[in-house]
């Protein structure tokens, strides 16, 4: 199974890592702050709290999205004035 990335209500990502022999990760990170949370193969929930740099790439991320979708979203109304 690939890496994932999806954002939830344009402030928090959910993260889908996949490890070697199918083993695989989630992992919630709000962008307004707070704390991670981890979710292993085996279904036990660890929260971690976060800190700047992992907040600040959570951010970026929920901010780059946002980005693309503007533009794509202005993509296509040019493309409607054609």
Do not use: C, F, Y
Not at 35 to 47: E, L, N, P, Q, T
């Amino acid at each position: 199974m690939a890496t994932s990335l999806e954002v939830i209500n344009n402030n928090a990502v959910l993260l889908h890592l996949p490890e070697e022999k199918g083993i695989s990760v989630r992992v919630l990170a709000g962008a307004g702050g707070g704390d991670v949370i981890v979710i292993d193969a085996s279904g036990h929930i660890r929260i971690i709290p976060v800190n700047p740099a992992a907040q600040n790439a959570v951010n970026a991320i929920v901010q780059g999205i946002q980005g693309l979708t503007r533009l794509a979203g202005e993509s296509r109304t040019a493309g409607a004035g054609r």
